[in-house]
């Protein structure tokens, strides 16, 4: 992937900072896309031609804003990258309407209005890319995170949805299914993560490739299970 202009959500850290960095470092123009203007300053202190957008895309009104009044600008690339995740069992007092509503509106209802505020530069002239940052709860659900999981098999439907609407030629819709990935999300839990590093370079890999979609790693064997036993599937996540 070079000379093309890529906007990245949640680029100012774990996969999208990675990501950001690889990708211009290899001759991309990259706009980064976060809600903490500290933390794109100390991106574009690394990589000064990178752009920044700051935005807080749970905020419902900042993503209309956004939508309304439009971006202008040559565009190839959307990397639908940004993401929370809460880590309460349903029942538990600290899963709030508040956080569920910011969860639900930074996991799906942003990636979902950014692509549509972005189509026409993404479809101008040339095939656009759409790149949706999944994660393998789109296949078999974590017990303590219930809105998360339900995000990533939305987001998971949508690029679907998209793909029946555009063909390939015009609009390419990647789905990414990372392992556990070593980042600000997965800190103090886990085993096995694999580097922001590591998952940018398969996500580049696939970008590169013309696949639908990418199961990194432990995600594989995840699809396999959820689609063949998906009652060990969930047990597994759940662990
Ligand atoms: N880490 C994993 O094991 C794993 C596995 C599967 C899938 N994923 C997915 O991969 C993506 C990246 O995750 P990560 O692990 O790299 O997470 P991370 O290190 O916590 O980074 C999340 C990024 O999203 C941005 N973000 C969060 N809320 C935002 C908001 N309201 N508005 C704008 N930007 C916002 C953050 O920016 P600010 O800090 O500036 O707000 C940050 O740049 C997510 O979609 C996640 O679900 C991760």
């Not at 998360?148 to 949805?161: E, H, N, P, Q, R």
């Amino acid at each position: 992937m070079q000379n093309k202009r890529i906007l990245i959500t949640g680029a100012s850290s774990g996969i999208g900072r990675a990501l950001a960095l690889k990708l211009a470092a290899s001759g991309n123009e990259i706009v980064a896309l976060a809600r903490n203007p500290q933390k794109l300053k100390a991106l574009v202190a690394e990589n000064p031609a990178i752009e920044t957008i700051a935005l807080d895309l749970a905020d419902p009104q900042a993503l209309r804003d956004f939508a309304d009044n439009g971006w202008n600008g040559r565009l190839d690339v959307l990397i639908n990258n940004a993401g929370v995740q809460d880590q309460h069992r349903f029942d538990d007092p600290a899963c709030s309407a508040e956080v569920m509503i910011e969860e639900a509106t930074t996991n799906l209802v942003a990636p979902i209005v950014l692509t549509r505020a972005l189509l026409p530069q993404l479809l101008e002239g040339k095939t656009g890319t759409v790149v949706n940052i999944v994660s393998a709860l789109a296949f078999a659900p974590k017990d303590n995170a219930a809105c998360y999981s339900a995000t990533k098999a939305g987001l998971k439907m949508f690029s679907a949805a998209l793909r029946a609407q555009f063909p390939p030629d015009r609009l390419r819709v990647l789905d990414i299914f990372p392992p556990l990935v070593a980042t600000a999300m997965t800190k103090g839990r886990g085993k096995g993560k694999i580097t922001p590093e590591a998952a940018a370079d398969a996500i580049i890999a696939a970008l590169d490739g013309s696949g639908e979609r990418a199961l990194i790693g432990s995600a594989r064997v995840i699809a396999v299970l959820s689609a063949m036993v998906p009652g060990l599937a969930t047990k597994l996540m759940s662990r």
